[in-house]
DNA sequence: ACTCTCCGTGGACGCCATCGACCTGAGCCT
DNA sequence: AGGCTCAGGTCGATGGCGTCCACGGAGAGT
């Protein structure tokens, strides 16, 4: 991991869809030594992958909402969280310091799918309680924030 | 937006870096077919970018934080916005129904530079108050979820 | 029926990805 | 010091891909 691998990856945070050509001429490496640099990156789990950042709206997921967790005392975290792994709304899940042990954000279509989730688990064994709130609007997500040197 | 833009979205949030030719054989489609379609999808706002998904200790920013932002009565939400989005660390912003208009996902490298951003945050005009927590570990993050036709 | 438009296909051409061979410098052992 | 070894780079070649263009068919409107 250095200058020229942390720039790679500033790189492809900012567009992943860069060629290795391209990568390599901002780098001042050649394109083989960047297929390296960045193969290596992906098999170190460094790079875990590449996605398309989607307007959620735009395919029909308008409604985003954040979830806490209040567990059952002696429940098992991780049996809950296989429960939580197989709901697809749920987008992400934090493991929290505080009274509400896993914070979700989940994303759903219509306020009434959103029920029906939130039903879904607090009817899931070891949930003591939930509670939700909305977000009106996304102002921004997932802004990816420099790291490497300023842009060489 | 008809059923193959629909499996091309949701081929490219789970892998970016498809080739043309690749999506082509997956919908059914000719490469320049889909090249135009792919085209129109981000000139349309629908595709946003494409990023490479990094894990956050890899690159310095071990510490997630999540922060609710309560605002003074009569702050303008339009210049509070401005003051949050000149902070990389704020990662994601959402606009919240209820008491804390604002949450923010920060990631940071250290605790201190948590406290850093809290205490800025707290300086910054129309900011009443702040509650943070502290993420021990992030289970998952921004999973896409499947929203097309099964896999076609 | 004609035509306009949209959206696709197929062909062509230059660039890119990717492989293999070779080069160079750092570290280390004898 | 000399030379071995290895990591990590460049260079060159080749097959596939991206991308531009001209062309064609289906459906809607007049």
Request: proline share 5%; glycine share 8%.
């Amino acid at each position: 991991m250095d200058a020229i691998d942390l720039s790679l990856v500033d790189l492809l945070r900012s567009n992943a869809r860069l060629s290795y050509a391209e990568l390599a001429r901002q780098v001042g490496l050649s394109a083989p030594a960047v297929h390296e640099r960045v193969g290596k990156l992906e098999s170190s789990g460094v790079v875990r992958g590449y996605r398309a950042d989607v307007e959620p709206e735009a395919i029909g997921l308008g409604v985003t909402a954040l979830i806490g967790i209040v567990e059952d005392s002696g429940a098992d975290s991780d049996d809950m969280l296989e429960s939580l792994r197989v709901l697809p709304e749920i987008e992400s899940c934090y493991f929290m310091a505080g009274v509400e042990s896993f914070l979700l954000k989940a994303r759903v279509g219509t306020i009434a799918e959103l029920e029906q989730l939130i039903v879904r688990l607090n009817r899931t064994p070891g949930v003591a309680s939930t509670r939700t709130a909305i977000a009106l609007s996304t102002k921004w997500e997932n802004r990816p924030q420099p790291v490497g040197p300023s842009p060489a």
